[in-house]
């Protein structure tokens, strides 16, 4: 559903790690009403990067919680849909653009702007990880405690990892990441191995 729910106990609050496509915040909702956190609120909505498949749903949150939204400072015009692809990359341009004309698109204020190493409002312990190739700005972010990583669309970048999915996937294609941390930490992604079900849940 490339979207996670992260439950910050001491703050009896809720915070978004990407918003995921059409359908997500009804699956959202289901999810939380299961799990009896639909009382809590939520505060905050961070972005691993600025595709429409993990922005689509950032508006409408905004306006029902008030949430604050943070963003990588390089997907910028991502976030602002006027991204400029090329070469192979028009294609995922192409899927996008229909994307956004067939289940629409509103624009959505960014509050806090991402860099590499800043850290993230949610709880503590969490600090962004700069892994470009899907976009120039792709984050993951890291708890170096529970050895975590939220990774987005790490395992789409070409050339980061032994197999090579079609540089359509990607907006950076010829970046890819190289991070330390990936032998010690569980890595929650995005796309793989699933996109189908309810977004995962984390107390932290």
Same mark, same amino acid.
Not at 23 to 32: F, N, V, W, Y
């Given at each position: 559903?490339?979207?996670?729910?992260?439950?910050?106990?001491?703050?009896?609050?809720?915070?978004?790690?990407?918003?995921?496509?059409?359908?997500?915040?009804?699956?959202?909702?289901?999810?939380?009403?299961?799990?009896? +956190?639909?009382?809590?609120?939520?505060? %905050?909505?961070?972005?691993? =990067?600025?595709? #429409?498949? $993990? @922005? !689509?749903?950032?508006?409408?949150?905004?306006?029902?919680?008030?949430?604050?939204?943070?963003?990588?400072?390089?997907?910028?015009?991502?976030?602002?849909?006027?991204?400029?692809?090329?070469?192979?990359?028009?294609?995922?341009?192409?899927?996008?653009?229909?994307?956004?004309?067939?289940?629409?698109?509103?624009?959505?204020?960014?509050?806090?702007?991402?860099?590499?190493?800043?850290?993230?409002?949610?709880?503590?312990? +969490?600090?962004?990880?700069?892994?470009? %190739?899907?976009?120039?700005? =792709?984050?993951? #972010?890291? $708890? @170096? !405690?529970?050895?975590?990583?939220?990774?987005?669309?790490?395992?789409?970048?070409?050339?980061?990892?032994?197999?090579?999915?079609?540089?359509?996937?990607?907006?950076?294609?010829?970046?890819?990441?190289?991070?330390?941390?990936?032998?010690?930490?569980?890595?929650?992604?995005?796309?793989?191995?699933?996109?189908?079900?309810?977004?995962?849940?984390?107390?932290?």
């Amino acid at each position: 559903m490339t979207f996670h729910v992260i439950q910050v106990q001491r703050e009896e609050a809720l915070y978004l790690i990407d918003t995921g496509m059409a359908g997500g915040i009804s699956a959202l909702r289901r999810t939380l009403r299961q799990r009896h +956190w639909d009382h809590l609120p939520i505060r %905050g909505i961070v972005l691993t =990067h600025g595709h #429409y498949d $993990h @922005t !689509r749903n950032v508006a409408e949150l905004v306006r029902e919680t008030g949430a604050w939204v943070a963003a990588p400072r390089l997907d910028k015009l991502h976030c602002e849909g006027r991204h400029p692809y090329h070469s192979w990359s028009q294609i995922c341009g192409w899927l996008e653009a229909g994307g956004r004309r067939l289940l629409g698109f509103h624009s959505f204020p960014v509050d806090f702007w991402i860099d590499e190493g800043d850290t993230i409002p949610i709880g503590s312990g +969490w600090t962004a990880v700069h892994l470009p %190739g899907h976009t120039g700005g =792709h984050m993951g #972010y890291h $708890h @170096t !405690r529970r050895k975590l990583l939220f990774s987005g669309d790490l395992f789409a970048s070409f050339g980061a990892f032994s197999h090579l999915p079609p540089r359509i996937l990607n907006s950076d294609p010829e970046r890819f990441a190289t991070v330390s941390i990936l032998p010690r930490a569980w890595i929650w992604r995005g796309h793989f191995p699933t996109t189908a079900g309810p977004p995962p849940l984390l107390t932290t």
